[in-house]
């Protein structure tokens, strides 16, 4: 039985993978265990009040970002996309979707001034106001922020893992050259 010269021998605990799939994990591992291990922590990086960016649009509406558009519901765990007629849309971290929130802009009338505490590493929403009512907190956003930041840490952690063994498997000979 011929044998694809790009798969690695069997190893002592029965595991076979071929050579490209160990340079993908290799290669996977390390870009996105960066992205997630410090990417997610330049784009959330907790900072003060005094260092976001304030900004004036006029609300028209929000929706729950996903890749299936039209398939999601309101849950918590998506990001929201904040929709103005006079500026770019601005987001709201999914670590902060809750039902109140969700509410509290449904509340919001399309043509209304809404000012806003913008994060200076991303178009994130820190603090939203409209009418002179807090839509959003700076204190819960940031909260639920730095505890979601960790999360991402350790998925970050556990790909450069898989980075580490994708390099194990080619260092070590286990698949043919």
């Known amino acids: 039985m011929k044998r694809n010269m ?18 993908i994990l290799l290669a996977v591992g390390l870009v996105l265990g ?33 890749g299936y558009e039209g398939l999601v519901r309101e849950k918590s765990g998506k990001e929201i996309t904040v929709c103005f007629s006079d500026i770019e849309n601005k987001f709201v971290d999914s670590s902060c979707n809750t039902d109140a929130l969700r509410e509290k802009l449904r509340s919001v009338t399309p043509g209304t001034k809404v000012e806003m505490l913008i994060h200076p590493n991303s178009p994130t929403i820190m603090e939203m106001r409209a009418d002179g009512t807090e839509i959003l907190s700076f204190e819960d956003a940031s ?34 050259k």
């Open 143 to 176: 909260r639920a922020m730095a505890s979601s930041s960790a999360g991402f840490m350790l998925l970050g952690l556990f790909l450069y893992a898989m980075a580490v063994y994708g390099g194990y498997l080619l260092l070590s000979g286990k698949c043919d």
């Open 6 to 23: 790009r798969q690695c021998k069997k190893s002592s605990d029965g595991t076979r993978i071929a050579k490209h799939q160990a340079v």
């Open 34 to 66: 960066t992205v997630f291990t410090f990417g997610v922590k330049y784009w959330n990086k907790g900072i003060s009040v005094n260092e976001t960016i304030k900004v004036t649009g006029t609300y028209q509406s929000y929706h729950i970002r996903s």
